[in-house]
């Protein structure tokens, strides 16, 4: 079992920024890929960003790159992500997930084995 757990979300003006956390319990964190996800209400849950498990290797949505930076300190058992040029719609719930089969992180949701339990990210206008 992995245990997740966010931190970091809250209320920012657009053009603002915040820095989301995860920190990463039970088993061997450089075992797993990471990902970050978000959902918004009525929406389904979609993929933000990810990184392999060295953290040598990153991926991210359309809809992020370029404001968004994905990383991680396997020292420290923890997964960041760094939100820059925030857009109202980025207004979400924002999960961390863990995937313990692969390298390189999965841009579905069904390719992870654990979540956290999500932070709000608010971005008004």
């Known amino acids: 079992q992995v245990q997740l757990v966010e931190s970091g979300g809250g209320l920012v003006q657009a053009g603002g920024s915040l820095r989301l956390s995860c920190a990463a319990s039970g088993r061997t964190f450089s075992n797993y890929a990471m990902g970050w996800f978000r959902q918004a209400p009525g929406t389904e849950r979609e993929f933000v960003a990810g990184?392999?498990?060295?953290?040598?290797?990153?991926y991210y949505a359309a809809s992020v790159k370029g404001r968004f930076t994905i990383s991680r300190d396997n020292a420290k058992n923890t997964v960041y992500l760094q939100m820059n040029s925030l857009k109202p719609e980025d207004t979400a719930v924002y999960y961390c997930a863990a995937a313990g089969v692969g390298t390189y992180p999965s841009n579905r949701a069904s390719g992870y084995d654990y979540w956290g339990q999500g932070t709000q990210v608010t971005v008004s206008s």
């Open positions: 990184i392999s498990r060295s953290g040598g290797s990153t």
